[in-house]
């Protein structure tokens, strides 16, 4: 008897969370569209690859915010020590301006990353298969 999981391949955790796939088989598209892609950045509600349903439960991706309030709390941080460091300004406008622009433009990539984070790490029942790729 040969074991079926020879001609599959393992995908690594990094790369498939990047480009954002599916955390049980990290082959099917867990967003249809790039961060960027103007007027439609929803998830899709199952992996076309492996049928997993992304949303465990209702009210599953408000742990995401959590998420999401670390990623604006370590941008602002750096900004504001950065523009600091590199200005030397004691103007407030332009940490304010700067630092609102800045987390305004990453909000797309706060909103992904997050649930992202949330669906590879911090949710326990979600394991990779590594049959399912
Ligand atoms: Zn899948």
Redesign the pocket.
């Known amino acids: 008897m040969e074991a079926q999981t020879t001609s599959h391949k393992h995908i690594p955790v990094w790369p498939a969370l990047i480009s954002c796939?599916?955390?049980?088989?990290?082959?099917?598209k867990v967003y249809e569209h790039g961060a960027y892609h103007l007027f439609d950045n929803k998830m899709l509600l199952q992996?076309?690859?492996?049928?997993?349903v992304y949303e465990k439960e209702p009210g599953y991706f408000y742990a995401a915010m959590y998420v999401g309030y670390a990623f604006v709390v370590a941008e602002l941080v750096t900004s504001g020590v950065a523009i600091g460091v590199l200005t030397g300004s004691q103007n407030p406008w332009l940490y304010v301006i700067v630092m609102l622009s800045l987390v305004t433009l990453l909000s797309p990539f706060n909103y992904r990353y997050s649930r992202m984070l949330l669906l590879y790490f911090l949710t326990p029942g979600i394991r990779y298969r590594q049959e399912?790729s």
């Open positions: 796939k599916c955390p049980r088989c990290r082959v099917g992996c076309k690859h492996c049928g997993f399912l």
